[in-house]
């Protein structure tokens, strides 16, 4: 392949999908954090132990190629990976290698680039390895098979991604699709294995294996550039290898040199049969699929909201859930930017998500705050804490408060509170006419205050600067 960037990324993700059981037996995914605790003769490999397939792997994993635009193959084929390492108690992986389940793939950055997906796969996960320390340090290890065997994606991309920040961002718009499709438990770990390589030592690749989290990989890939660079310029020939990243240290390591895929020796798995992937349990799960954050960012915009609304809106799921039933009662607009600023400003402060929010309770509460703010009954500031009590608490008692906390819109009453604040507040009115006009923004907060918070800042303001005159 010719590559014509100073950057080469390449990214191989591993994604655990959020099913009850595991890929090839009834051994729960979740459950008793004992180690060992949730292990059976198939997921510790005892010979005889034959491997049952989980339907729903399967139909997740076609959710997300055809998310992804993958070409979906017509029959499901796995094979075993044979390497020895203690993770694999039956010294080989069941995965997919000659035909993966989904292929030929894409994704489209902000940028306007197209991130090429090569395969999407189901396969395995090993156990868990832990070394007292670090990997580097440990004297032993400890191995825990209650993960071994659970459903995994691997989702290995083109080298096409020119920078870390392309990266993150094509990891960004996967969990957007992962949540979405609610294949996914949030709480669970993503790892990835990146394929760095730069123009200076001819693209000589290095692979850094199994980097958890968004950060840490989007770290790793900045270490590793720079790495490269640096070893070129100090007149060092690199080789293709393959390297641990340290998160502690910052600093990826090699472990052996770059294996070749004929090193794992790839048979098809014999206790396994083919299986037929019909076009009608393609269309079934096409015909099932939720609107995607791509498709609901141009459907926002046609509301004629700010692109950016639309965009920030529509990544986060429950958050455009919200904006679909507040606009159907409430101008888009005002909604927008409601759901961007006081929603998740309130959701922030109190610690949840909006996922978090009994939807059915807080909906007509919000409904209810915003329709007063807008007809003046309330001014923003209260609008706002209104919005966050309804986030602490479902059960708030939202008439009352709207009818507690009314605005001040008499102007005599509002005109009456202004002519106090210039009468106590001389030295500040000079400054104003002498032309430091900062101060009346604080002439604005005292009468807001005399008016506990109930009068409108608009009004106020027009009558300051009208007696001021």
Not at 115 to 143: C, F, K, M, Q
Not at 395 to 417: C, L, M, P, R, T
């Amino acid at each position: 392949m010719k590559f014509t960037t100073d950057i080469v990324i390449g990214l191989e993700i591993h994604i655990e999908l959020n099913t009850n059981t595991k890929l090839f037996c009834g051994c729960a995914t979740k459950g008793s954090d004992e180690p060992n605790s949730r292990v059976c003769p198939v997921c510790l490999g005892h010979p005889g132990s034959k491997p049952v397939l989980n339907k729903k792997v399967v139909e997740f994993a076609t959710k997300l190629g055809l998310a992804m635009n993958c070409k979906i193959d017509k029959e499901l084929v796995f094979s075993r990976k044979s390497y020895f390492y203690p993770d694999l108690a039956k010294n080989y992986q069941i995965t997919q290698y000659e035909q993966p389940l989904c292929k030929n793939g894409s994704m489209k950055l902000s940028n306007g680039k197209t991130i090429g997906i090569t395969r999407i796969h189901v396969e395995e996960d090993p156990a868990a390895l832990v070394h007292p320390g670090s990997i580097h340090g440990s004297n032993y290890v400890l191995i825990d098979y209650n993960r071994s065997g659970n459903p995994l994606c691997e989702i290995v991309t083109e080298p096409d991604m020119a920078s870390p920040e392309e990266a993150r961002e094509f990891m960004n718009k996967l969990i957007t699709i992962l949540e979405y499709l609610e294949i996914f438990d949030p709480d669970a770990i993503i790892k990835a294995d990146a394929n760095v390589s730069v123009k200076e030592s001819g693209y000589i690749r290095s692979e850094i294996k199994n980097i958890t989290g968004f950060k840490e990989i989007e770290r790793a890939l900045n270490y590793e550039v720079q790495r490269q660079k640096r070893a070129v310029a100090d007149g060092e020939k690199l080789i293709q290898d393959t390297r641990s990243w340290d998160a502690e240290k910052g600093m990826s390591s090699r472990l052996r040199t770059k294996e070749t895929e004929d090193d794992y020796g790839y048979i098809i798995d014999p206790d396994l049969v083919i299986t037929d992937i019909t076009d009608e349990f393609v269309k079934n799960i096409k015909d099932n699929m939720p609107e995607l954050a791509d498709e609901k960012m141009e459907k926002f915009k046609e509301h004629g909201i700010a692109d950016d609304n639309a965009e920030i809106i529509s990544k986060n799921k429950d958050l455009a859930k919200v904006y679909e039933l507040l606009v159907k009662e409430i101008d888009a607009d005002k909604v927008s930017k409601w759901a961007r600023r006081d929603l998740m400003k309130a959701a922030n402060y109190h610690k949840k998500n909006v996922a978090d929010l009994d939807l059915e309770k807080v909906v007509p509460k919000f409904v209810s705050v915003l329709k007063a703010e807008i007809s003046g009954e309330i001014n923003a500031k209260i609008a706002f804490m209104g919005t966050s009590s309804i986030v602490e608490d479902p059960e708030f008692d939202v008439d009352k408060y709207i009818g507690d906390n009314k605005s001040q819109g008499d102007d005599s009453a509002i005109e009456g509170f202004v002519k106090e604040v210039i009468s106590e507040q001389k030295e500040n009115v000079s400054k104003y006419k002498a032309g430091e006009g900062k101060v009346l923004n604080f002439l604005v907060g005292q009468v807001m205050r005399k008016s506990q918070g109930k009068a409108d800042a608009g009004k106020i303001k027009e009558l300051l600067i009208k007696c001021l005159q």
